[in-house]
C-alpha cells in the first residue's frame, strides 16, 4: 500500500518540477542590463520555440507589484501607457521577438522588467530584466591650501553611481592615510569627497613637478594634472631671493676690482708724462743739482727758453 501512494506523490510531483527546470518556454534574454543616465537603452526577449503569439505585454516591477507599461499585438499594433506615452517604444522585429527602447533613461527607470508572451493555448509565459543605471559627475577640485607649515592640503570630490574611486599618484607624498567621506543622496548616487595632506618637502625631494588624481568609475576613467611648480612660488621665493641677492652681490664685487685696477693703471700712466714742478709736486720726481744748475745759468744768459732741452745725465 505505501508503494503506491509513494508512485503516486512522485507522478504528481514530477510535472510541476519539470515546470521549474524548463527554460521559461525557450525565452532568450539578458537577466541584467546597464544603461547609462539621460541615454537610451533597449530590452529585448526572443521566443526562440515556435508559438501562436497572441500578444507581448512589458511590465515594470514597482514595489513587488507588475505594472504594465507596454503591450504588443497583431491585431492592435503598439499601446504604450501612462507615464512613458512619449518615453517608450515596443517594437517586434519578428513574430516571437520583441524589443523595449526607453528614450533618455532616468534613476527612476532602474527597476526589473517582464516580458510576457501571451501564447494560445499555453498561456502567459516570459522572462524577467532587471536595468540598471549608472552615472558620474566629473572630478572636481574643491580646495588647494598649501600652508607655511610646508603642507598642501587637496580636496577633491566626484558624484555617481555606483560611487566613484578617488585616488592620488605617487602616494609617497602624503603625510597621513586620506580622509574620505561618503554622502548617499535621496536619488541614489553618492558625492564621495577625499581629503589629501601632502609634504611639500617629499614633494621637493622626489624632484615633482606635478601629482595626478585619478577617479575610477565603471563609465569611465578620468585623470586631474595638479601643477605644483606655480603653486609653490611662495614656499620656495626665499631660495630664490637668496640665490638672486649672492649673484648680485658677487658682480658688484667684480665690477669695483676691475674699476681700482683701472684707476691704478691710469695714475701710473699719468705721473711719467708730467715734466717741471708738476711731476714734482704730484709724482715727486726729483731733478738733479746738475741739472738745476745748468737751467738756471741757461735762463739768466739766453732768457725764456723758446725750444725744448734735452738734458742729459
Known amino acids: 500500500m505505501d508503494f503506491p501512494l509513494h508512485f503516486i506523490f512522485q507522478l504528481l510531483i514530477l510535472p510541476i518540477c519539470a515546470l521549474e527546470s524548463e527554460p521559461a518556454h525557450g525565452i532568450k534574454y539578458k537577466k541584467n542590463e546597464t544603461a547609462i543616465l539621460g541615454e537610451n537603452v533597449t530590452i529585448f526577449c526572443n521566443l526562440t520555440t515556435p508559438a501562436n503569439v497572441v500578444q507581448i505585454t512589458w511590465q515594470k516591477i514597482q514595489n513587488s507589484l507588475p505594472q504594465n507599461i507596454g503591450t504588443y499585438s497583431s491585431k492592435y499594433g503598439e499601446k504604450i501607457l501612462p507615464p512613458y506615452i512619449d518615453r517608450l517604444q515596443c517594437k517586434v522585429m519578428e513574430p516571437n521577438s520583441s524589443f523595449l527602447t526607453i528614450q533618455e533613461v ?123 611648480s606655480v603653486k609653490q612660488e611662495c614656499s620656495s621665493s626665499p631660495t630664490v631671493i637668496i640665490i638672486v641677492l649672492t649673484s648680485l652681490c658677487f658682480v658688484l664685487t667684480i665690477i669695483i676690482i676691475i674699476l681700482c685696477v683701472q684707476r691704478k693703471k691710469s695714475i701710473l700712466l699719468q705721473c711719467p708724462a708730467m715734466r717741471g714742478s708738476v711731476c714734482a709736486d704730484q709724482c715727486h ?29
Not at 738745476?292 to 725744448?308: D, M, N
Open 106 to 228: 532616468t534613476l527612476e527607470d532602474e527597476a526589473c522588467y517582464k516580458c510576457l508572451f501571451n501564447m494560445f493555448p499555453h498561456g502567459s509565459h516570459g522572462g524577467q530584466i532587471c536595468l540598471n543605471i549608472i552615472t558620474v559627475s566629473e572630478l572636481t577640485e574643491l580646495q588647494f591650501n598649501p600652508d607655511s607649515e610646508g603642507f598642501l592640503r587637496l580636496t577633491y570630490s566626484a558624484v555617481g553611481k555606483p560611487a566613484p574611486r578617488i585616488s592620488i599618484f605617487p602616494s609617497q607624498v602624503l603625510i597621513n592615510p586620506p580622509e574620505e567621506c561618503l554622502a548617499q543622496n535621496p536619488n541614489g548616487t553618492v558625492t564621495v569627497t577625499k581629503m589629501y595632506t601632502i609634504s611639500l618637502e617629499t614633494v621637493k625631494f622626489l624632484g615633482l613637478q606635478h601629482l595626478i588624481v585619478n577617479m575610477d568609475h565603471p563609465l569611465k576613467n578620468e585623470d586631474k594634472i595638479v601643477p605644483l
Open 285 to 313: 720726481c726729483p731733478l738733479r743739482s746738475e741739472t738745476v744748475s745748468q737751467l738756471s745759468s741757461l735762463k739768466q744768459s739766453q732768457g725764456p727758453l723758446s725750444e725744448p732741452l734735452s738734458l742729459s745725465t
